[in-house]
């Protein structure tokens, strides 16, 4: 894109940028804040009653903050070198199966998927299955899932989310994360142009999500149905649905939707001339997308603002 484009583009954003420059200050501020009471306030008082779960858990905490702070490296050596040893210490089986979820995060944001997977499997299942947890069961099979349908083992994954996975949130009753794996089954469906069992599923989503007032089930089962809308030609039912769901994202500040759904929108409400929704759209895709590190859509969206110009202000007023 032309460097004359970057300044065009961000016109009447300084107000924007101030203030996440200003949410971004205060969300350290309170990071920081909590770390220091979590270690020098709570750690001392639960050190002097010797409560080592207690202990654990706090520590179990500040790797959390430490890893938002993107000090990973001392996060992992929190979790493997003081949690685990304090949870297997004490015979807290759950606790160490969930400590070892939390390191197979981070192996996986590091890109080491194979030992996170090795984790998942030979470690936190066995756990859970014999503490006879079956909802922390069915977590662990989906972010199984998650990996393998990243790997393009889509047959696999499918498999784990129909055979695996939904029966045991059914089996407990969790309708929320049923619905959320419908939602995910119909992506795949969707991607293979399986498009009839796509919708099927994405409406029954819908209409427990509905039943439920889940905001976020609402506004991926109307993504989802307008892409096989927008797969089958039907521009006409595919806006409507696209607007719901980018305005429930919005709402929801939920930067994946966002960026899913506002690059959508904003390609149709290009092709429909609609220059100005267009645009607005977009400005919030591209932040969206910039915060989750997706730059595909983030140059996607430069590209079709640099096309949008300045010459659509007659489009402000209708």
């Not at 709570?42 to 790797?63: C, M, N, S, Y």
Request: aromatic fraction near 4%; glycine fraction near 8%; proline fraction near 2%.
């Amino acid at each position: 894109s032309g460097s004359n484009a970057g300044p065009r583009r961000r016109t009447g954003t300084s107000e924007e940028s101030l203030t996440q420059d200003l949410t971004t200050d205060l969300r350290r501020r309170t990071l920081e804040k909590a770390l220091r009471i979590r270690r020098d306030v709570q750690l001392p008082a639960f050190e002097r009653i010797g409560d080592t779960r207690a202990i654990a858990v706090t520590w179990g905490w500040i790797a959390d903050v430490l890893q938002q702070r993107g000090e990973v490296e001392e996060a992992l050596r929190i979790h493997h070198e003081i949690q685990l040893p304090a949870f297997e210490q004490i015979g807290d089986t759950r606790s160490t199966a969930i400590t070892w979820g939390q390191i197979a995060n981070i192996l996986e944001r590091r890109g080491e998927v194979e030992e996170a997977l090795r984790i998942r499997r030979d470690v936190q299942l066995p756990a859970f299955e014999q503490i006879g947890d079956t909802r922390s069961t069915a977590v662990t099979w989906g972010q199984i899932a998650d990996v393998l349908e990243r790997r393009g083992e889509v047959e696999e994954a499918l498999r784990i989310r129909r055979e695996v996975e939904l029966p045991e949130y059914q089996r407990v009753g969790d309708a929320r994360s049923t619905t959320v794996v419908w939602g995910q089954i119909a992506d795949i469906l969707w991607q293979r142009g399986e498009l009839d069992e796509a919708v099927e599923l994405q409406l029954k989503r819908l209409e427990v999500s509905k039943q439920l007032g889940d905001i976020d089930g609402i506004a991926g089962a109307n993504l989802g149905l307008a892409q096989v809308d927008l797969e089958r030609g039907d521009r006409h039912a595919a806006v409507p649905r696209l607007v719901t769901s980018f305005r429930h994202f919005l709402e929801l500040q939920r930067p994946d939707g966002i960026a899913v759904a506002g690059i959508t929108l904003g390609q149709e409400m290009l092709a429909l001339g609609a220059r100005a929704q267009a645009r607005q759209a977009l400005q919030a895709c591209r932040a969206a997308a910039a915060v989750i590190g997706a730059a595909n859509i983030v140059s996607l969206a430069d590209e079709l603002m640099d096309t949008i110009g300045d010459e659509d202000d007659e489009d402000e007023e209708s």
